[in-house]
């Protein structure tokens, strides 16, 4: 069973940087975290930042060109580099792996079932 652990989320001045982390462990090896998901106080929880299946990184419009989604040559880590945060980026932040997913979906909830525990991100003056 594959394992997702997040970490790197905390508290930050609107401005500032964070960068999180999420490592798999278990089998199988072709389980992979593939995309970062928050969930807002109060909010759904969406997909903001992913490399599909294709290794394309995709991103929404309100973090792309802020957001910066990477990954280890092993597949076995996902990295999201947040800059210039705002109190909206404020949530609680999921990394999803699975073994694959459509080119166009890779933001979708519904292409994974495995999740980490996530980790809070708290932007605030």
């Known amino acids: 069973q594959v394992v997702l652990q997040e970490s790197g989320g905390g508290s930050v001045q609107p401005g500032g940087s964070l960068r999180l982390a999420c490592i798999a462990s278990?089998?199988?090896?072709?389980?992979?975290?593939m995309a970062w998901f928050r969930q807002p106080p109060g909010l759904d929880r969406w997909g903001v930042a992913g490399?599909?299946?294709?290794?394309?990184?995709r991103y929404t419009d309100d973090v792309e060109g802020r957001f910066i989604v990477s990954k280890d040559k092993d597949n076995r880590a996902l990295y999201l580099q947040m800059n210039d945060l705002s109190p909206a980026d404020t949530a609680v932040y999921y990394c999803?792996?699975?073994?694959?997913?459509?080119?166009?979906?890779?933001?979708?909830?519904?292409?994974?079932?495995?999740w980490g525990q996530g980790t809070q991100v708290t932007v605030s003056s």
């Open positions: 490399i599909g299946s294709d290794e394309n990184a």
């Open positions: 999803a792996a699975a073994r694959e997913t459509r080119w166009w979906a890779v933001l979708y909830e519904s292409e994974y079932n495995i």
């Open positions: 278990g089998s199988p090896n072709d389980v992979i975290p």
